[in-house]
Each structure stands twice: as structure tokens, then as C-alpha cells.
């Protein structure tokens, strides 16, 4: 019978949302708080209605559970709608949203790529989900003809990291589309160092993919590790499925605040994200310098992977200078790796220091 090309590819790429969500998380519908049942237009009323405490002291209500404010800046910036944004207490919390909206415990799987993120691995036990491996290439590039025979019909997610850390690296635009296209379960790239890379935020592709998440944070560029808020970034259908099981206040009203006043500030954002380029290398060609370094690998983050020596005896001579790096030995590809992270100027010719006093 012929049949056009529509229909073909239709049939090629069968990415259904239906078929990989939770059956459980199918018929939730999400907690609903008092702050969502009444919405606020600006207009002065009395609030009689979530028990708070009514003596205001800037955090006695409770926050917007859909941080409306913050979303509506960021869509902005990002350039799209605020229903593709899910905000979450940080990327990690939103992993783990993942995995309770997709993944059936025991029966599922999710595949992770070695060297990368231990966030990952962390969660698949957590939620008793298996977790397939499948090692980068000795290019840290992502196998993808590997990866492929990896996928089953129980796989749900598959992680990749980009640029990826410990490596620094990006993958290739090539690898990352055609596991868009071949894998009908959904991609979760991971852009927690974006900001630092000089590739495109693979949210331009979201009307493209309808199996894309990307997730983002607050956590490395922006400088607010400690306030906790992780982005995640999909198609509304997406959103709208973990919107169901996220719990009401992830987001507490200090963070919202402190995010706020921070994305807006574009400009000090822009102005240390440089200055740790620059820092960056400054980092490299002192790590050149050094006798035990045999190797630095490229980096599109903000810190830096190098091959030395010995590296458990080198991070331990570092320790004793006062200096804490991350020894990346154990992991699968990176034996005797070190992972420095760029710091300040002053820190930075503080680890110089140390390294030639070793
Ligand atoms: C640091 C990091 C994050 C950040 O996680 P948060 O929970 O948002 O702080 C996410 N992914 C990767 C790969 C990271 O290195």
C-alpha cells in the first residue's frame, strides 16, 4: 500500500507520552494547596484561607507553588513559555521527579553514560530503578551505535550530560540528534554548565524533539549554590505530567526571591562568567607547567580535567597545601584524572602555589 512520508516517519519516531508514564501518575491529579485555589490579581484581600501566621514578617505565607514571577523571567530570557518550565529545589530534585513519573520500580531501567554525573546512579537506586551503563568513547563522546543496542522496550530515560561532567567536554550536535531520533523513551540533557559553554542551549530544539527535556540550574554560573532551584525544561505535556507529583512548596520564598533578584541581573551574571573563563586559562597554562600533569583535557565548564602522575598522591599533597580538589581516579576512563574547579584569581594562584611546592 502506498503511503506517504508524514505517515512513515510517524511511524519511525513513536514517542508517546502515554505509553511511558507511570500508571499510577496517570490518574494523580497534583495536591491542591490553598495559594492555588485562590490566586492573587494584586488586589488587597484578606487571607483567611492556609492557617499562616497573619503577622507579616517576609515569609509567614506561603510561597507560590508555581513560582509564577520567576518562571515569567526566565521564559522570557530563554525565549520560551513558561508552561515548558518546571522549577524545582534544585536539578537534583527535578532528577528525581524524573524517575518517579517514567519509571516503574523493579520493572523499569534508564540509561547513563560513564564517566558522568554520579546524581544519576544515585537515583536509579534510590527509586529501584536499573541503571544500564554504557561507557563514553575514549573521546568522551557518547557510543551511540552502543547505545542503541542498550535500549529496551523497559527504558525510560536515558542521561546525557552536556557539556558533561567530570570530562568538561560537549558531545557532538550529531550523537545528541540521533539519539533524539532513535530513542523513544525520553533524553534528559543535562546543561548545568551551559553558561559556560559556547554551544547553542538545546531548548531551541524543544519544538523539534517531543521526547527533550533539558535540565538547567542556578547552582554553577549564576553563583547560587546554596539556595537550591533547579530548571527543567520540556514540552507542556512533560511539564504538566511531573507538575503532578511535585510536592507543592518545592520552591521555598527565599529562594524565589534570591532568584529572582539574580537572573534579572544579567549583567554581574555575564561579568563573572567571563572573569571564571578567563580564570580558566590562567588554570590551564599553569597546570601545563607542571611536571606530574600528563594531560589536560579540553573543557567547555568551569573547571578543569587533567591526567597526572599519581592522582591520589597529588590530591593528598594538595590537601596538605591547603587546597581541596576532586580525585576522579576511581571513575570508569578517568584513572589518576584530578578535576579542578577554576576558583577566584586569588584562589587560583593559590592552587599554582601549591602545585609548585609539590
Ligand atoms: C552541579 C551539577 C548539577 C547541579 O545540581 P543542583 O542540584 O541544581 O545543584 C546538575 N548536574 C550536573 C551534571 C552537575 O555537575
Not at 230 to 248: L, M, T
Request: hydrophobic share 35%; proline share 4%.
Amino acid at each position: 500500500m502506498p503511503r506517504d512520508n508524514d505517515q512513515y516517519i510517524v511511524e519511525i519516531m513513536s514517542f508517546n507520552l502515554n505509553n511511558i508514564t507511570r500508571e499510577n501518575v496517570k490518574g494523580l491529579s497534583p495536591y491542591s494547596s490553598a495559594r492555588d485555589e485562590y490566586v492573587s490579581d494584586g488586589s488587597t484581600m484578606v487571607f483567611l484561607d492556609a492557617n499562616e501566621n497573619p503577622f507579616e514578617n517576609g515569609v509567614n505565607r506561603y510561597p507560590d507553588p508555581q513560582q509564577r514571577g520567576l518562571k515569567a523571567i526566565l521564559a522570557e530570557q530563554k525565549g520560551i513559555k513558561e508552561e515548558n518550565i518546571l522549577l524545582g529545589n534544585g536539578s537534583d530534585e527535578v532528577l528525581d521527579l524524573l524517575f518517579r513519573a517514567f519509571c516503574e520500580p523493579k520493572q523499569d531501567n534508564i540509561i547513563t553514560l560513564p564517566p558522568t554525573y554520579g546524581m544519576y546512579k544515585v537515583l536509579s537506586g534510590i527509586n529501584m530503578v536499573e541503571n544500564k551503563e554504557v561507557l563514553l568513547t575514549n573521546d568522551f563522546q557518547p557510543n551511540v551505535s552502543e547505545i542503541k543496542n542498550t535500549i529496551d522496550e523497559h527504558t525510560k530515560l536515558l542521561f546525557i550530560c552536556s557539556p558533561n561532567n567530570p570530562t568538561g567536554n560537549s558531545f557532538s550536535t550529531q550523537n545528541i540528534e540521533e539519539l533524539l531520533n532513535s530513542f523513544n523513551g525520553l533524553v534528559v540533557i543535562d546543561e548545568a554548565y551551559i553558561d559556560f559553554s559556547s554551544e547553542e542551549s538545546w531548548t531551541s530544539k524543544l519544538s523539534e524533539y517531543p521526547n527533550l527535556i533539558v535540565t538547567q540550574t542556578l547552582s554553577k554560573a549564576y553563583g547560587m549554590a546554596g539556595i537550591r532551584l533547579g530548571i527543567c525544561i520540556a514540552s507542556a505535556e512533560i511539564i504538566a505530567v511531573i507538575n503532578k507529583i511535585k510536592p507543592p512548596y518545592n520552591v521555598n520564598q527565599l529562594t524565589q526571591e534570591k532568584a529572582t533578584s539574580r537572573v534579572l541581573d544579567t549583567a554581574s551574571v555575564k561579568n563573572e562568567v567571563s572573569q571564571i573563563l578567563a580564570e580558566r586559562i590562567k588554570v590551564e597554562e599553569t597546570l601545563k607547567t607542571v611536571s606530574f600533569v600528563e594531560r589536560i583535557y579540553p573543557t567547555d565548564a568551569n573547571f578543569i580535567l587533567a591526567k597526572v602522575d599519581d592522582a591520589t598522591l597529588r590530591y593528598e599533597q594538595l590537601l596538605a597545601q591547603g587546597v581541596v580538589v576532586r580525585n576522579r581516579t576511581t571513575q570508569p576512563l578517568c584513572e589518576n584524572t584530578l578535576r579542578f574547579t577554576v576558583g577566584s584569581a586569588t584562589e587560583n594562584k593559590t592552587l599554582a602555589k601549591a602545585l609548585k611546592m609539590i
